[in-house]
């Protein structure tokens, strides 16, 4: 099986742009996380969707927003870009069975904000 | 709302000695437990899982990691360390009806000298 992937691998933009980050889960997970890893603030979960429905949100503004296609592919956006949004996005996806928290997660998207 | 302290920010080992990587969790219940590894530029790993059961859990790549809830704590543990062990180490909670969020600690940084 494929693992998670995350398009693109690498982005610049610069302050005010807005930006997509596009996550494609294992085939047959539902469930899609985002975290934001920055050097000080550490890893912080943004937002979960299943079944196309924010299930979870992190304590993020609201700059920050995703959603879920039904084929269960998930983009996240940021609009008006601050220097601070600079990190590497991670998505994670989760199986459909069981009841654990157990994610598998994707190489990330590295954005740099000018 | 839970929280996970990760005492050690930077380790720094001998090829073939043995390592110990702390971690201490906060949290009224019994939470999920998670250990993930980092390499540079890349997303993260699973290592090893605890939700319930034998307190002591084998994982990947030689690790384990004990339970121990008397003292909050799921260290993990490795009798011998290969140079390619090189990498972040990070400790997770996650808990019941949290869906998919993990919270992190802040990661140790493992170097070993070869």
């Known amino acids: 099986k494929a693992g998670v992937t995350q398009t693109p691998r690498y982005l610049i933009k610069t302050r005010g742009q807005q930006v997509t980050l596009s996550c494609s889960p294992i085939?047959?997970?539902?469930?899609v996380s985002w975290y934001q890893q920055t050097p000080g603030q550490g890893l912080q979960f943004l937002f979960e969707y299943f079944s196309e429905t924010q299930r979870n949100k992190g304590n993020f503004p609201g700059r920050f927003s995703g959603r879920q296609f039904s084929n269960s592919r998930s983009e996240m956006n940021v609009s008006t870009l601050e220097l601070g949004d600079s990190a590497l996005y991670l998505c994670?996806?989760?199986?459909?069975?069981?009841?654990?928290?157990?994610?598998?997660f994707g190489p990330g998207t590295r954005l740099t904000v000018l | 709302a839970q929280s996970v302290t990760q005492p050690d920010i930077h380790i720094t080992v001998s090829e073939g000695a043995s390592l110990e990587l702390r971690c201490n969790y906060s949290y009224g219940a019994t939470p999920y437990l998670f250990w993930y590894v980092q390499s540079p530029g890349q997303g993260l790993q699973l290592l090893l899982k605890?939700?319930?059961?034998?307190?002591l859990v084998q994982g990947i790549k030689g690790f384990e990691a004990e339970f121990k809830r008397s003292q909050s704590s799921f260290n993990l543990r490795k009798p011998s360390v290969h140079w390619s062990d090189a990498a972040e180490y990070f400790c997770a909670v996650g808990v019941a009806g949290g869906g998919n969020k993990l919270t992190f600690g802040t990661g140790t940084q493992l170097k070993v000298e070869l």
């Open positions: 605890y939700f319930s059961g034998d307190t």
């Open positions: 994670a996806s989760r199986p459909t069975s069981g009841t654990y928290n157990e994610q598998f």
């Open positions: 085939s047959g997970h539902r469930s």
